[in-house]
């Protein structure tokens, strides 16, 4: 199984959320849909 946290995170940093907005994240992001639920609660498009 993939682990997304890393990429989760470098996506966050890369569109801005490490500023003014406050996501959390697992540190063992395990499913692709739980990567997904976290960009799309974030506002960012970017899907796994």
Known sequence: ???YEKKVREELKANGCYTNIHVTVD???KSRHTANEIM???GIPKRF
Do not use: L, P, T, V
């Open 1 to 3: 199984m993939a682990e």
């Open 27 to 29: 540190g063992k992001i």
């Open 40 to 42: 799309k609660q974030s």
